[in-house]
Nanobody, 126 residues
Framework: QVQLVESGGGLVQAGGSLRLSCAASGRTFSNYNMGWFRQAPGKEREFVAA????????YYADSVKGRFTISRDNAKNTVYLQMNSLKPEDTAVYYC???????????????????WGQGTQVTVSS
């Protein structure tokens, strides 16, 4: 089992920044690719960003590319999401997720991930 706990959400004005953290425990963190997803009210959970187990490769949704940065610190068992130039449409509950490393990595799919955190609310006011 892997336990994931997100933090860092909150209320911010449009144009502002937040940094989300996701602390992992329970298994070897570097055995997992990590992703960030978000879910707005009435909408499906959507992919935001992902990072491979070593941190060597990152992926982003088009809607956040150039504004958000995903990173990880395997020594601290933590993955981060730095969010800049926030927009009201970024308002959602943000979830981190862990994917056990295998031969394929469908990083945009919610079904790819084995473990999920409880989520942290991000609200961007206009």
């Amino acid at each position: 089992q892997v336990q994931l706990v997100e933090s860092g959400g909150g209320l911010v004005q449009a144009g502002g920044s937040l940094r989300l953290s996701c602390a992992a425990s329970g298994r070897t963190f570097s055995n997992y690719n990590m992703g960030w997803f978000r879910q707005a009210p009435g909408k499906e959970r959507e992919f935001v960003a992902a990072i491979t187990w070593s941190g060597g490769v990152t992926y982003y949704a088009d809607s956040v590319k150039g504004r958000f940065t995903i990173s990880r610190d395997n020594a601290k068992n933590t993955v981060y999401l730095q969010m800049n130039s926030l927009k009201p449409e970024d308002t959602a509950v943000y979830y981190c997720a862990a994917d056990r490393v295998s031969t394929t990595y469908y990083y945009t799919s919610v079904y790819e991930y084995n473990y999920w955190g409880q989520g942290t609310q991000v609200t961007v006011s206009s």
